[in-house]
């Protein structure tokens, strides 16, 4: 699987957009983009996940530049509770397995 | 639906007992993965079971084990247990068809003292 790139730490205020970026320069043509969150102590959450369109669910959008290389999440309007270390993590289909492989993710801080 | 459960929350062990975890996955899925999450080393693929069949594998020594049940249930061990097997303990279940996220549960947490 392809392997990413994230900014260690970023702040966001309250109720502004949180735009998270993540570079995949080596993904390969079958490889999706998935981005989990980690809230402190518990289970990573799934968010959403992307092969070449933008895509957008409850919880965010992301958008993936046309060449693939790199991807943003974006939380439209970030509450305290959006707190975590976001993981952005690229792999094939699940046909050969789900095995995921995480990063160092991004330590989001949303801040009143 | 139910989420992905697993048991016990937490855990306190001995060095050299072993121990073992369970995970119940959502209704429906059929795969089950174990992870362990270290401050140091962060979040680390143990191993994937589908259809009782373990199908991917991490790096780590023989003494984590894992199996899975015709309904779908996953257990993992760890034999002669060491200090640096403390750590969060994470399953995660996945349907099988098309590319899908994982769900995890909220944990294990094993100390071994």
């Known amino acids: 699987d392809a392997k990413t790139t994230q900014p260690t730490s970023m702040d966001c205020a309250e109720g502004r957009a949180a735009n998270l970026p993540c570079n995949h320069s080596t993904i390969s043509g079958n490889e999706y983009v998935y981005w989990y969150r980690q809230i402190h102590s518990q289970g990573p959450q799934y968010i959403i996940h992307g092969l070449k369109n933008n895509e957008t669910n409850e919880m965010a959008s992301l958008i993936i530049t046309e060449d693939r290389k790199s991807s943003t999440l974006i939380l439209p309007h970030a509450t305290l509770r959006d707190t975590a270390v976001y993981y952005c993590?690229?792999?094939?289909?699940?046909?050969?397995?789900?095995?995921?492989?995480f990063g160092g993710g991004t330590r989001l801080m949303v801040k009143p | 639906k139910a989420g992905v459960t697993q048991t016990p929350r937490y855990l306190i062990k001995t060095r050299g007992q072993q121990v073992t975890l369970s995970c119940s996955p959502i209704?429906?899925?059929?795969?089950v993965s174990w992870y362990q999450q270290t401050p140091g080393q962060g979040l680390q693929f143990l191993f994937e079971?589908?259809?009782?069949?373990?199908?991917n594998k991490g790096n780590f020594p023989g003494r984590f084990s894992g199996r899975q049940f015709s309904n779908s249930r996953s257990e993992m061990n760890v034999s002669t247990l060491e200090l640096g097997d403390s750590a969060l303990y994470l399953c995660?279940?996945?349907?099988?068809?098309?590319?899908?996220?994982?769900?995890f549960g909220q944990g294990t947490r094993l100390t071994v003292v």
């Open positions: 079971y589908f259809s009782e069949t373990q199908r």
């Open positions: 993590i690229v792999r094939g289909d699940n046909n050969a397995g789900n095995m995921l492989t």
């Open positions: 995660a279940s996945s349907s099988v068809t098309g590319p899908v996220g994982a769900f």
């Open positions: 209704s429906g899925h059929r795969s």
